[in-house]
């Protein structure tokens, strides 16, 4: 099974839900690749550098 999870550019840069998802998928990384990140159009449109740092972290955590 895989879950997939739709982020708002809200969500992106809020540096709460980014390091509380990062340090969720940190401690849990028998999960983390299961995650599929879904970034909206209109934040990886208007927001690029954003999306790329967030997707960046998330890699970091295992999350591919």
Not at 17 to 44: C, H, M, P
């Amino acid at each position: 099974w895989n879950v997939s999870l739709n982020v708002s550019i809200q969500s992106i840069c809020d540096m709460k839900f980014r390091s509380e998802l990062k340090d969720l998928f940190t401690r849990n990384k028998q999960f983390a690749w299961r995650l599929i990140v879904e970034i909206t159009g209109y934040a990886a449109g208007h927001y690029p550098e954003q999306a790329r740092l967030f997707a960046a972290e998330l890699r970091s955590a295992g999350v591919i």
